[in-house]
């Protein structure tokens, strides 16, 4: 699997606000099987999984769709999305998992 400065580099802030824009305008939302994540996206208010936005974003990047299984969510997809300004935060779950983990 490539690097994920490989797989997003074509990908700048604005295909992200324009995807985040979509996923607003699309009446089904997020599709079920792409909310599952452990962090989220969170932009004026709202949030929205950072591996489906980066999915999104591709169409806009003028590249073939990114398909879920052709990256990494987590680190990878996290450390792209801040390096372009964008605040990822931990999921109301998994921050309880994550404070329970440093409580050990």
Known sequence: ???AHEVFSP????HILEALKQIDRDQEGIPPARRRTN????????TYPPKY???IASTFAEMEP????EF????????????L???I????AYAVRLAQKAGR
């Open 53 to 55: 936005v980066l999915s």
């Open 1 to 3: 699997m490539s690097t």
């Open 39 to 46: 962090w989220l996206l969170q932009h004026e208010e709202r």
């Open 85 to 87: 300004g964008f605040e």
């Open 66 to 69: 990114l398909e879920w299984f």
């Open 72 to 83: 990494y969510g987590g680190q990878p997809t996290n450390s792209y999305l801040t390096g």
């Open 11 to 14: 990908i700048k802030r604005e």
């Open 89 to 92: 935060i931990p999921t109301p």
